[in-house]
């Protein structure tokens, strides 16, 4: 539960939510006068927890490695086989693709397991609903964009390669090269992570809204308003079964368009 809805449960009102609502009170605040105090949120647990559900995931399902896998090593290779042979493989082919698998895997789980803490009880929020999180994945996926570019082709080259449409007329260069190192080298990051935050950030408002809603219904005193609490918990639900399809759909965009701009930079020509 958020905190605004643990606020309205104590019959307080705080409706209707708003930028407020993603902004979570510090954990130790109180206990301490250290900077470090003041820094620790429902939002850094989340990502910490992330972070350690990742790697201790992997440690325990490759603790003991079998040609035979067991169960939990077969629930591992699949989520890493999964974007190996749907994003790497067909976008890059399989020399290239295996080079980038474990990125784009990690990438995807990571952003996955931050998305699903939108739909946990207790928390209902995800770090990827605030802009920092996805921009900074943006940026990560951007530099490796770029410096698989440079590599491949110089710096020059790269930047012709991107810039420069092929086959166009040269007295459209002047308007063209302007809007395609906008779009290719500028806009990249930016779209990655405000497609990622704004999917984020609306799925926790409308939870919030049914959710929120129905305290303040049954914190009315109106016996037909409070009746109608049911309803709105019961769309609660239905938004958090629907959330779920974009936590998994958005991780995915997210890690397929990162392998979409790897495979451009790598392309001979575009």
Request: hydrophobic share 55%; aromatic share 16%.
């Amino acid at each position: 539960m958020t905190d605004s809805a643990i606020v309205l449960a104590e019959g307080d009102s705080h409706f209707p939510p708003g930028i407020h609502s993603f902004d979570f009170r510090d954990w130790f605040t109180g206990l301490s006068d250290t900077a470090l105090a003041h820094m620790f949120t429902t939002i850094t647990f989340a990502v910490w927890a992330s972070v350690a559900i990742l790697i201790v995931f992997f440690l325990w399902a490759y603790r003991k490695p079998q040609i035979v896998p067991s169960k939990k090593q077969w629930l591992a290779e699949s989520a890493y086989g999964f974007i190996r042979n749907t994003v790497a493989i067909d976008q890059m082919g399989k020399k290239e693709g295996v080079k980038f698998a474990p990125y784009l895997a990690t990438l995807f789980l990571f952003i996955l397991i931050m998305n699903m803490w939108a739909i946990v009880p207790g928390v209902q929020v995800s770090p990827n609903s605030h802009i920092a999180f996805p921009a900074m994945l943006g940026v990560l996926s951007w530099i490796i964009y770029m410096a698989v570019g440079f590599k491949k082709h110089g710096f020059i080259g790269f930047l012709k390669m991107t810039c420069v449409p092929p086959g166009a007329p040269w007295f459209i260069y002047p308007l063209l090269i302007p809007i395609e190192f906008l779009q290719n080298i500028i806009l990249r990051p930016v779209t990655l992570a405000l497609r990622l935050f704004a999917n984020m950030f609306a799925g926790h408002l409308i939870l919030l809204v049914f959710i929120l809603g129905g305290f303040e219904m049954l914190n009315s005193g109106n016996i037909f308003i409070q009746g109608l609490s049911v309803f709105s918990f019961g769309m609660g639900i239905a938004m958090t079964m629907f959330e779920l399809i974009v936590i998994l759909l958005q991780a995915y965009v997210f890690t397929l368009l990162t392998g979409m701009y790897i495979q451009g930079s790598l392309a001979d020509e575009h």
